[in-house]
């Protein structure tokens, strides 16, 4: 019913940016945060950046002053822009939204996208 789109990784430059973007589809009356997690090969999947609707984000300290995490909320879609690109950012980038209401009742479970791949090349 929920389904999460990702869009825009790719391969990069050391320095350079990208901006991913993910919407939600469905019978969605609202969304209570996003997020974007991204998973390394080898390592466990980590928080990079969330928004509570119209309210306050929060950066994993690795991202801060890089990363940039906005939304849109009538189109329920979420957008990270990164900048200053590193080696280290190197990862599947994943969406999640947590407390989405649909067809009037709230979720119990986060929905999830597919993954994006972000590489970034030294």
């Known amino acids: 019913q929920v389904q999460l789109v990702e869009s825009g990784g790719g391969l990069v430059q050391s320095g350079g940016s990208l901006r991913l973007s993910c919407a939600a589809s469905?019978?969605?009356?609202?969304?209570?945060?996003m997020g974007w997690y991204r998973q390394a090969p080898g390592k466990q999947r980590e928080l990079v950046a969330t928004i509570t609707s119209g309210g306050p984000t929060s950066y994993a300290d690795s991202v801060k002053g890089r990363f940039t995490i906005s939304e849109d909320n009538a189109k329920n879609t979420v957008y990270l822009q990164m900048n200053s690109l590193k080696p280290e950012d190197t990862a599947v980038y994943y969406c999640?939204?947590?407390?989405?209401?649909?067809?009037?009742?709230?979720?119990?479970?986060?929905?999830w996208g597919q993954g994006t791949q972000v590489t970034v090349s030294s």
């Open positions: 469905g019978s969605i009356f609202s969304i209570n945060a």
């Open positions: 999640n939204a947590h407390g989405v209401v649909v067809d009037g009742f709230i979720a119990m479970h986060d929905y």
